[in-house]
């Protein structure tokens, strides 16, 4: 069983709204005191998307600051990408990330590409 698994990628147009989700297994989940995304085009770095840590402090990365937000439903053990007003520069492979216990409250998380879990990815393309 893999750690965690994205789903709801897809194409849509400039403007356009997209939810990713990440759903993780109860002990990746239960584990994991920072989760997040980072994303990846072709030819580019990771870049780091957004995170929340289980106090629910959020960061975003300032390229997508005010268009994404991350939530948690810890019933599900299921992380969440919001992100509206998308633009063809979010275009990449999105993924999720957890770091399988190694924050703690109190100490500010690292940016998420660094985590010790990653999914597979999930595909967004925005077209103009």
């Known amino acids: 069983q893999l750690p965690l698994v994205e789903s709801g990628g897809g194409s849509v147009q400039t403007g356009g709204s997209l939810r990713l989700s990440c759903k993780a297994t109860e002990n990746t989940y239960r584990v994991s005191y920072c989760m997040g995304w980072f994303r990846q085009a072709p030819g580019e770095e990771r870049e780091g998307v957004g995170l929340?840590?289980?106090?629910?402090?959020?960061w975003f990365a300032d390229s997508v600051k005010g268009r994404f937000t991350i939530s948690k439903d810890n019933a599900k053990n299921t992380l969440y990408l919001e992100m509206t007003n998308l633009k063809p520069e979010d275009t990449a492979m999105y993924y999720c990330t957890a770091d399988g216990g190694s924050g703690r409250s109190g100490l500010a998380c690292p940016l998420p590409e660094s985590y010790a879990f990653r999914g597979q990815g999930t595909q967004v393309t925005v077209s103009s």
């Open positions: 929340i840590d289980n106090d629910d402090y959020t």
